[in-house]
């Protein structure tokens, strides 16, 4: 699949500001005013930010309000109900905690369960496609939720509880790769079955439809940077998980170097899900490949 | 509505035979000729002059070669287009509801106007039948030529789809598969007609006839051998006197 940057960066982004607004849903920390002003400010601007990148690989940007209408079937319109509900709610629930300084729990608690909600409907996007065998797995949503809770964590200063998710994210991350690489053989879709003439012999692709390139080729059969595969997975785990784990329990005396600490470990981890994401798409073989003789 | 229906009256589509076509991509133009400026946006081309052309296209011909274990290689040629399936993934992916399947005869349609050119349904359709124009930024698909089959101002043999009218084989069939009498379903349970990627369960309408089995080729390559044959291996008659005397003649046999 192609790693479409707008894409990748609404993944990431969205994915660690729902993850925060969960926490804030929750209480997690109980900040007021200034501070939970610049706490809320972050989450929105990563959730936003990471919705509005989205709209830019659409044909029609203009019709997207059309994309709320069919909840009943589309995982993509129940992402797209889900992360709006989520960002009312939750602007209630931050208009009491900056300006007037109450929690109003039950609010927070929705706002949080939506948030958690967005993530998955997004997961679920990729989940639900069976032309897809590397995303069509169980294990796709516990990844986005499981990078989603670690960074949220890691963004709302949850200094005992997210070095423990993030190992438990880079766990996930080691499982899905593990996995995704036996995905598409024991989907059972071959070139056989595509063509219907598998079992008449060795099919083989013989000569493309066109000499020239299409919107299938450059949207579903991406190979580009295949080879880097390897150090790229290693570099997604040091930055992702390993490094912010290590900045979060160096012991730090000062509150300065802790701050200084924490920010290396966000922004490692946000360079390093931004790696992970881009394998996503970029190792995702589309069975549409199985025509053209690629993968 | 992005709701499938749960049974549609009809359910019309194609019938392909794999054994008929040659793989002259006749169906291929006459399909973008008439898609370009009838049912919706034009089938747009991208640096169609230059040095790296390409388009968009509703129906695109491939060519597989098939090896079997023993005997000779055989080339297959194969036309794909949507097949307007009955389980359709494309359809219920859509957050728009720009995309649907009609009750009356279950074709797959996009309503370009409600289409914000996501791209999703293109990546749940395992057969690549959608493609994202990209002048117009909205989905194309086969219409199955929704524009022409019930349309009373064209000749009555012009109501099929373009790429059926146009096969110069008769390779491409068009029918009612809903009916087990319609000409097209006795064809596909006569020739065993067979879907694509079964395994995706997406219960595709179009059907594809196999390759019909060939003759025996191993034995004799060329089909001429038997004409070239010598009759007899002694010549008798007058060319058998004339042989014999002319052997006799000073010089020897040859």
Redesign the interface.
């Known amino acids: 699949m192609h790693p479409a940057p707008s894409v990748i960066l609404f993944t990431t982004l969205s994915g660690l500001g729902f993850g925060l607004l969960a926490y804030l849903g929750l209480g997690f920390p109980p900040v007021t005013g200034w501070v939970a002003f610049v706490f809320y400010a972050i989450a929105y601007g990563l959730a936003v930010g990471g919705l509005l990148a989205s709209t830019f690989h659409l044909g029609h940007p203009e019709r997207a309000w059309r994309a709320f209408t069919q909840w009943k079937t589309s995982w993509l319109s129940r992402e797209g109900v889900c992360a709006v509900a989520a960002l009312l709610v939750m602007g209630l629930y931050a208009i009491g905690a900056v300006f007037l300084e109450t929690h109003w729990t039950l609010l927070g608690l929705i706002g949080a369960a939506l948030s958690i909600a967005t993530v998955f409907t997004t997961s679920m996007i990729y989940t639900q496609l069976k032309t897809i065998p590397r995303w069509n797995m169980s294990v796709t949503p516990v990844m986005f939720l499981s990078f989603s809770l670690s960074g949220g964590a890691l963004l709302a200063g949850q200094e005992s509880l997210a070095p423990w998710l993030l190992l438990a994210a880079g766990v996930v991350q080691l499982a899905y790769w593990h996995k995704g690489d036996q995905a598409f053989a024991s989907s059972g879709t071959t070139m056989g079955t595509a063509t219907g003439l598998g079992d008449r012999g060795a099919v083989r692709a013989f000569e493309p439809p066109h000499t020239g390139s299409n919107y299938l080729l450059r949207e579903f059969v991406y190979v580009v940077g295949r080879k880097h595969i390897q150090k790229l997975r290693g570099i997604a785990l040091i930055l992702g998980f390993i490094l912010p784990i290590l900045c979060l329990w160096l012991p730090t005396e000062s509150s300065m170097a802790k701050h200084l600490m924490a920010a290396v470990a966000v922004l490692a981890h946000i360079a390093g899900i931004m790696a992970s994401r881009w394998l996503f798409f970029a190792q995702a073989e589309h069975v549409v490949g199985l025509y053209y003789g690629k993968r | ?3 499938l229906p749960t049974t549609t009256d009809r359910k019309m589509g194609l019938v392909i035979d ?1 054994d008929t076509c040659v793989g002259c ?1 006749a169906c ?1 133009i006459s399909c973008k000729g008439w898609n370009t400026e009838n049912y919706g946006a034009p089938l747009s081309d991208q640096d169609a002059y230059g040095g ?6 509703l129906n ?10 023993e005997g000779h ?4 040629h ?1 036309p ?1 287009s949507c097949l307007h399936c009955e389980d359709a ?1 494309c ?8 995309s649907y399947k009609r009750v009356e005869d279950g074709i797959v349609l996009v309503n370009e106007d ?7 349904c ?7 039948a959608r ?4 002048a ?4 194309k698909k086969c219409t199955l030529c929704v524009d022409r089959i019930y349309n009373e101002n064209l000749p009555e043999v012009d109501r099929v789809p373009s790429c059926v009218r146009t096969c110069p084989a008769g390779a491409r069939h068009f029918g009612d598969l809903g009916d087990p009498n319609s000409d097209v379903s006795k064809l596909v349970a006569e020739r065993g007609g ?8 997406t219960k595709p309408v179009n059907k ?1 006839l ?2 019909r089995p060939k003759d025996q080729i191993e034995d004799q390559i060329d089909v001429l051998a038997p004409l070239l044959a010598p009759v007899t291996e002694e010549a008798g008659g007058f060319m058998g006197w004339l042989d014999k005397a002319l052997d006799k003649l000073p010089g020897g046999a040859s």
């Not at chain 2, 359809?91 to 720009?98: E, F, K, L, R, S």
């Not at chain 2, 409600?114 to 999703?120: H, Q, T, V």
Request: glycine share 10%.
């Open positions: 509505m992005t709701e794999l991509h291929v790296d052309p390409s388009g968009t296209f695109r011909v491939h060519s597989f070669e098939v090896q079997p274990d290689a055989q080339l297959i194969f794909k993934p359809v219920t992916v859509c957050p728009t509801g720009a409600n289409c914000i050119g996501c791209g999703l293109a990546w749940s359709c395992p057969y690549g493609e994202l124009d990209l117009e930024g909205v989905m067979m879907d694509l990627m079964p395994e995706m369960g594809y196999p390759p």
